[in-house]
């Protein structure tokens, strides 16, 4: 165990050092994040290179990432509980392959210790010592569904994540920015939003 041990401490380093740039953007919020297409290709030839092999399964409750040594066979495992999605317009498979997506993506960070922008974070007010310019004055009715959206995200135990909204927004309108919606297409996001979280 000791070897394998090695290893995935050898791994995290060599992740770091890749510099892998994170292609997913959270518009609404402000920050980026690391997709599955990121992490993958480097973390297959770190995996390859020092002789190590990540094996992701899933039951109803539990998502399991081991980290097998493929000389001694002996394994590290990692679990994350499972979640539930219920994307608007997709049936039970797709809303099964999205949660087992997102899931296998946070194993991943949990293994090789891949830190980001912390998603609830991103979406609370700055400090107030903090000087930036003022936002232009929005029409009441859009700060209503601004506000709803803030008060969704906060009450949402972690369960709405800039990334969800992200992809929410992208699947909905074709845009990942919230600034491109109009009022009514920000009225179906907020909708949507408290639906997946029912």
Known sequence: MEKLTKKLAKARVMFQQANVKMSGKNSFAEYKYYELSDILPVTNKINEELGILTIISFTADLATCDVVDSESGDKITFTSPMSTAQLKGCHDVQNLGAVQTYI???????????????????????P???????????????NDYKAQLK???????????????????????????ANELNLEQFKALVKDLQEQVR
């Open 128 to 142: 107030e010592t903090e000087t930036k310019p003022k936002p232009k004055p929005e029409p009441k009715e859009e």
């Open 151 to 177: 008060e969704l995200i906060d009450n949402s135990k972690g369960k709405i994540t800039g990334t969800m909204i992200a992809e929410t927004m992208e699947r909905k309108f074709s845009k990942r920015k």
């Open 104 to 126: 296998k993506r946070y194993l991943y960070q949990n293994v090789y210790e891949i830190t980001e922008s912390d998603a609830l974070n991103a979406t609370q007010g700055k």
